[in-house]
Nanobody, 122 residues
Framework: QVQLVESGGGLVQAGGSLRLSCAAS????????MGWYRQAPGKQRELVAT???????NYADSVKGRFTISRDNAKNTVYLQMNSLKPEDTAVYYC????????????????WGQGTQVTVSS
């Protein structure tokens, strides 16, 4: 089985910073894309940022210039550095990994972490 465990959420004042981490463990052959998504109360889950195995990144317009996604392939870990946080960034942040559990897997599968709360006070 595969587990994604997030850490680093919390309460911060507007303008502050937080760093989220997500470590994937279990039966993993290779990880393709990793990413962060968020869901605010009453809203749909939305993409925050993604990163390919080779390091190519994609960001939501709302976080460009403030958030930075990175990953350590040797540790199967993805990070999200969040700077200049705003109250509208308040949400549960979810880690996602698209991975193969074995060399014979026909297609990669998507896995999600349990989520970590980020609250930004004004």
């Amino acid at each position: 089985q595969v587990q994604l465990v997030e850490s680093g959420g919390g309460l911060v004042q507007a303008g502050g910073s937080l760093r989220l981490s997500c470590a994937a463990s279990g039966r993993i052959f290779s990880i393709n894309d990793m990413g962060w998504y968020r869901q605010a109360p009453g809203k749909q889950r939305e993409l925050v940022a993604t990163i390919t195995r080779g390091g190519s990144t994609n960001y939501a317009d709302s976080v460009k210039g403030r958030f930075t996604i990175s990953r350590d392939n040797a540790k199967n870990t993805v990070y999200l550095q969040m700077n200049s946080l705003k109250p509208e960034d308040t949400a549960v942040y979810y880690c996602n990994a698209v991975l193969r559990q074995s060399i014979v897997a026909l297609a990669p599968s998507s896995y999600w972490g349990q989520g970590t709360q980020v609250t930004v006070s004004s």
